[in-house]
């Protein structure tokens, strides 16, 4: 049997770089059920012996206060399902900044497991003359000190030692911690043993270090989660808290205890120079932070970020399109005509593609998220933009994922993992597909040069660029009080404390950004992507069946006849061109696409639109770009055509309805513009939120929402344009 | 009594006494600033909010709402 080791540490302590020179390559991630945090282990060898190592989120204390927090403090106690008990806690402390640190590994003291601390970022210590006695801070502390650094692996082989030998011992060095008021010691003695006495209701025994929390954190997640089955234990656990501290803070009691103990080692331990000396990270600050000249560097840097996933992906995503479109003909001109080859070609291969060419977009992102965030910029952009987003009660965390979603919401949503805060991180990851994605640019581009005159208005606006910038701004409309409902109602809680460490500036290392990166795109391909080529499959299924021969027969005679009527090269192929395109339109009319259309088309009378045009929103909800080769494929010009096309625009301005009218106009196209920039129709993107959020009741609930507030809206922007007359503007 | 939220950039105090009793009461003391610790007010974010104070030797950033919390010695 391996030992399991728990690392733990702040955040920015250097645990990711540490992890990786631990375990190298051996490590993997997972999930935990019903949580948003990732479940990251990895084997560790030293002297011939293997070490299990599981990496536990950064944190800054033990007081959870939400499921995501509690994941920490359940693998310590041993009592978090799917995972082994740990047998040493190896905890990873910032040598520069001991004083916070250690309120961490207080915490930890108490939880009865050997404990090695590697005392990380000693050349930034040393550069900055803070001199720390380990052998003094060991004694201290109860646990082996170990100085590293984890950036030029320094000090790592004899971590490995001190980690394996302290597992093996099971030893923990008596009890080390702080010292408690007396009334505190008694109380949570006596909290421990009732909850023993009503160890049936509660349904299970609740460690002492469970019951110390429970009594320490009002509100707390520990109290939430045992009243959800014992529900008198608020009640209970009251009586207590007002023993210890009538009316007082719980939490000052508990931190000026720790902070008491942490004093004196520091004192015994640590010696700095008397006067802190301006850094460099504080230099770089004065810039970066700076009221002008941080804002004009914070918008020079967004605009190159936004610049490269919106523009710079646009040939990689082109590249990977033409290549699987090239894999498809090829394959498909190797495949007899018919079921097989279609499922192959349209569904097999374009699934494939649909996933595929997300790529770029993720892999541009994250690795410009990586970086920022490796070498410390990101707190710095959270710091800037706060204000701005707290108005609709978010925190500066969200701007990054808001903006990038402007490009595409998938790597919009993956970045929502620098985000504290889970029900911030939730609100945000609700709202980033109402940004318009460049996926929708292509829809807005084909209706706007089709239907929208390119006039200019009050002397300089052109109102096409009016159009396109009314639609962009839509989403940002709609998302502003979906958020601030949504953190009054479903994602309710106290206003998140906005409390973010700045941390020191780094060099960005190459290795960890690219192995971030790379584990990150691998992640979606793998699990976003089986959903995405899932769906794929099941759409080409819908379009295709039921493929009625009598359909095939009636073109097949077609083209008989036109073989023999004599025409010739160019003509014939054209002429043949046309049965083809006729019989895809026909074969799509009588497909389940085709009758969900028809039998929708009540339903979406009211935005104006018929049976044509439900269909064709109805098959782009895996993907909404589809919908121009869909309107292609029913209005018999073939799959092939795109935003630019001539023939296309022709088409929409001449196609009637069945009474006669014309069937677009301006309103039609305004009330399809809006839908599309409201409507959650990306199946990747709520493939992803079920990844994000590990549940399937996020990605259900964004698309319920989004599809609603798309039918309302763009019904009334239908039903109030028609109104107005604009139906007659040709 | 003078809050944290009213100290200027440069400024330097002592922490006092911190007002409530929820997370964000917590939060704060957890992450070091606490009954008798040194803060030093570093710079105002450019739109106002939130406040950069170095406590326990690091950079933190608060709203102001938070720092309201937080009485000076
Ligand atoms: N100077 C120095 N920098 C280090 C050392 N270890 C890590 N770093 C840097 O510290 C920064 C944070 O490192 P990470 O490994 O991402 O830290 P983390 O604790 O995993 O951070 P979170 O992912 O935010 O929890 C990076 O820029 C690292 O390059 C070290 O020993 N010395």
Redesign the pocket.
């Known amino acids: 049997m391996h030992k399991t080791v728990a690392v733990i540490?702040?955040?920015?302590?250097?645990?990711?770089?540490?992890?990786n020179a631990l375990t190298g390559l051996s490590n993997s991630t997972g999930n935990y059920p019903g949580v948003t945090v990732d479940r990251k282990v990895g084997a560790m060898r030293v002297n011939g012996a293997t070490i299990d190592l599981v990496d536990l989120?950064?944190t800054y204390s033990l007081a959870a206060r939400s499921p995501d927090e509690m994941i920490v403090v359940d693998v310590l106690l041993g009592q978090q399902a799917g995972e082994q008990p740990i047998d040493a806690i190896l905890a990873?402390v910032d040598a520069t900044n001991l004083e916070r640190n250690l309120y961490l590994v207080s915490q930890l003291r108490e939880f009865n497991k050997p404990l090695v601390i590697a005392l990380?970022?000693?050349?930034?210590a040393d550069k900055r003359e803070i001199k720390i006695d380990t052998e003094t801070l060991s004694k201290e502390l109860g646990a082996e000190v170990v100085r590293?650094?984890?950036?030029?692996r320094a000090g790592i082989d004899e971590l490995r030692g001190a980690i394996a030998e302290v597992a093996e011992s099971a030893s923990t060095n008596g009890i080390h911690g702080p010292s408690y008021p007396e009334e505190l010691t008694r109380e949570v003695a006596a909290l421990e043993t009732e909850l023993g006495a009503r160890r049936d209701k509660i349904g299970r025994a609740v460690p002492k270090q469970e019951a110390f929390r429970l009594l320490l954190d009002r509100d707390g997640y520990i109290e939430k989660r045992l009243a959800r089955g014992y529900p008198e234990v608020t009640q209970l656990v009251e009586a207590y808290r007002n023993r210890v501290a009538h009316n007082g803070s719980l939490a000052a009691i508990e931190a000026k205890s720790r902070y008491t103990w942490i004093r004196k080692i520091v004192a015994a331990g640590v010696r700095k120079p008397a006067t802190r000396t301006r850094t460099t990270s504080d230099k770089i600050d004065g810039v970066l932070t700076h009221k002008l000249g941080g804002t004009v560097v914070f918008i020079l840097i967004m605009a190159v970020v936004f610049q490269a996933i919106f523009s710079w992906a646009g040939p990689l995503m082109d590249l990977i399109d033409a290549s699987i479109g090239s894999f498809g003909d090829w394959i498909g001109g190797r495949l007899p005509e018919g079921m097989l080859q279609s499922l192959v070609v349209d569904g097999i291969i374009g699934g494939v593609g649909g996933v595929l060419v997300f790529l770029p977009q993720i892999v541009i992102l994250m690795l410009f998220i990586s970086l920022l965030?490796?070498?410390?910029y990101m707190a710095r952009a959270a710091f800037l933009m706060d204000k701005l987003l707290s108005r609709c009660g978010l925190s500066g965390q969200s701007f990054i994922p808001m903006l990038s979603s402007f490009a595409c919401a998938i790597p919009g949503i993956m970045a929502t993992r620098t985000i504290g805060n889970r029900r911030d991180r939730i609100t945000t990851i609700l709202v980033a597909p109402l940004m318009s994605c460049s996926a929708r640019l292509p829809v807005y581009t084909l209706l706007i040069s089709t239907f929208i005159p390119a006039k200019t208005v009050l002397g300089f606006l052109n109102l096409q660029g009016i159009v396109l910038f009314a639609m962009y701004s839509a989403g940002i409309l709609v998302a502003i009080p979906v958020a601030w409902i949504l953190k009054k109602t479903l994602l309710k809680g106290d206003t998140p404390p906005f409390l973010l460490e700045l941390?020191t500036y780094?060099?960005?290392?190459w290795g960890?950004v690219l192995r971030k990166v790379y584990g990150q795109g691998k992640e979606f391909v793998v699990r976003a992507g089986t959903i995405i080529f899932a769906v794929a499959v099941v759409v080409w299924a819908l379009a295709y069946f039921p493929h009625a021969d009598s359909i095939t027969q009636k073109f097949d005679a077609e083209r008989a006849q036109i073989e023999q009527s004599g025409v010739q090269g160019d003509e014939l192929a054209a002429a043949l061109q046309d049965v083809d395109n006729a019989e895809s339109s026909a074969h799509l009319r009588n497909s389940y696409f085709g009758r969900i259309g028809i039998a929708i088309e009540p339903a979406v009378g009211p935005l104006g639109w018929d049976w044509r045009i439900g269909m064709a929103a109805i098959a782009s909800f895996p993907a909404r770009e589809v919908i121009i080769a869909t309107l292609g494929t029913i209005f018999s010009l073939g799959g092939d055509v795109d935003e630019e096309s001539e023939s296309l625009k022709e088409t929409l301005h001449t196609v009637q309805r069945a009474d006669g009218g014309r069937l677009f106009n301006i309103p039609v196209a305004l009330s399809i513009m809006v839908f599309f920039a409201l409507c959650c129709q990306c199946a990747a993107t709520l493939a992803v939120i079920k990844r994000e959020t590990n549940s399937y009741a996020w990605p259900a609930f964004t698309f319920a929402y989004m599809t609603t507030i798309a039918y309302i809206a763009s019904m009334l922007v239908y039903q109030i344009t028609i109104r107005l007359g604009w139906g007659n503007i040709a | 009594m003078r809050t944290l939220d009213q100290l200027k950039p440069g400024d330097s105090a002592v922490v006092g006494l911190l007002k409530g009793d929820g997370a964000v009461h917590q939060r704060l003391l957890e992450m070091g600033v606490i009954e008798g610790a040194g803060v030093e007010v570093v710079r105002m974010a450019p739109l106002g909010d939130p406040m950069e104070i170095i406590v326990q030797g690091y950079h933190l950033s608060l709203r102001k709402a938070e720092a309201a919390l937080v009485s000076l010695a």
């Open positions: 540490g702040n955040p920015n302590v250097g645990k990711t770089t540490l992890f989120p950064g990873v990380n970022m000693c050349d930034l590293i650094c984890a950036r030029s965030e490796d070498c410390g941390p780094k060099v960005p290392q960890v």
